[in-house]
């Protein structure tokens, strides 16, 4: 099994910035995937950003491109969301998830973290 942890959410005003973090451990793979997705109040989970493993290879919604970078620590089996300008619109549960098998990067992940609460007061 693979344990998903992560932290670094919390309340920002409005064009602040924010850090997540989601540290994976467990069972190991030879290439994965790494994402972060969101869920607002009464709204369905949404596909936010992902990195390759190998290669760095890396996607983004087009409601945070150019505000949000996603990266990855290999050493520390360690993703990243960072997070600028962000509105009262990014307010959400944000979560990080892996996923194992081929295909597009937005959809089809293994396994998910238990989420962090990320506010952006207007």
């Known amino acids: 099994q693979v344990q998903l942890v992560e932290s670094g959410g919390g309340l920002v005003q409005t064009g602040g910035s924010l850090r997540l973090s989601c540290a994976a451990s467990?069972?190991?793979?030879?290439?994965?995937?790494m994402g972060w997705f969101r869920q607002a109040p009464g709204k369905e989970r949404e596909f936010v950003a992902a990195?390759?493993?190998?290669?760095?290879?890396?996607s983004y919604s087009d409601s945070v491109k150019g505000r949000f970078t996603i990266s990855r620590d290999n050493a520390k089996n360690t993703v990243y969301l960072q997070m600028n300008s962000l509105k009262p619109e990014d307010t959400a549960v944000y979560y990080c998830?892996?996923?194992?098998?081929?295909?597009?990067?937005?959809?089809?992940?293994?396994?998910w973290g238990q989420g962090t609460q990320v506010t952006v007061s207007s």
């Open positions: 998830a892996l996923k194992t098998r081929i295909g597009s990067m937005r959809d089809g992940y293994d396994y």
């Open positions: 467990g069972r190991t793979f030879s290439s994965y995937v």
């Open positions: 990195i390759s493993w190998i290669g760095g290879i890396t």
